[in-house]
């Protein structure tokens, strides 16, 4: 069964704090993508990359970064987080070509 | 601009009716779709996907319809479980190699038993 685990379910932060959220897949995929989701807004991609220390900016990059430094984990990083960052992050892998993502579980992240 | 837009929030079937989630998209460069089901405070799962070269793809009880002209895809639900009560989103793939998702708003599907 393929895995994608992502460290937190829940996660509660104070306004200005650095938040890692991890992700780690088993599947040798090299496409990792990082989304949030919000209500009427659907699955909005924040980064994603499609090799190691590879990254390319998604729809909605500001506020946040990301590190690739090993095929298997894909760390999303909020380098200062705000209240507007409360929601539903989730992380996906997919190999390349025509074929479907895998999701994790989710952080539901709040910041307060 | 969102590329892939489902513009019905909601449904609500009867249990053994079909149900039929909408989707429609901009992008003509799309040529692979998907409709994944989420379930709350649960990661999407993948349903069922169709390639730009077919107009229909079925999986037991799930179909997909594409229309390309119409940049238009539909997913019919025969029957209607109280279980597949969910949110559903649809997909679309741009590019190959670097192969880059792109997602509706979701639509929440309510069967009602």
């Known amino acids: 069964d393929v895995k994608v685990t992502q460290s937190s379910r829940y996660l509660v932060k104070r306004t200005g704090e650095k938040v890692f959220l991890e992700c780690v897949q088993d599947m040798d995929h090299e496409n990792m993508f990082w989304y949030r989701q919000d209500p009427g807004l659907g699955l909005r991609l924040i980064y994603f990359?499609?090799?190691?220390?590879?990254?390319e900016k998604g729809d909605i990059p500001e506020g946040y970064s990301v590190s690739r430094e090993k095929k298997e984990r894909f760390s999303l990083i909020l380098e200062s987080a705000s209240t507007n960052q409360t929601s539903m992050y989730l992380c996906?892998?997919?190999?390349?070509?025509?074929?479907?993502?895998?999701f994790g579980q989710g952080t539901r992240l709040t910041v307060v | 601009d969102q590329q892939v837009k489902q513009n019905s929030p909601s449904l609500s079937v009867q249990e053994g009716r079909i149900s039929i989630l909408n989707c429609d998209y901009t992008?003509?460069?799309?040529?692979?779709f998907l409709w994944y089901k989420k379930y709350p405070a649960e990661g999407p799962t993948f349903l069922i996907s169709i390639s730009s070269i077919k107009d229909k793809n079925e999986d037991g009880r799930f179909t997909v319809f594409l229309n390309k002209s119409a940049k238009h895809l539909s997913l019919h639900i025969v029957p209607s479980q109280p279980g597949d009560s969910a949110v559903y989103f649809c997909a679309a793939i741009e590019g190959y190699n670097f192969n880059k998702f792109y997602f509706g708003s979701g639509t929440k599907l309510n069967v009602k038993p």
């Open positions: 992008n003509s460069m799309f040529d692979y």
């Open positions: 996906a892998s997919s190999n390349r070509g025509r074929t479907e993502a895998f």
């Open positions: 990359s499609y090799d190691v220390k590879m990254k």
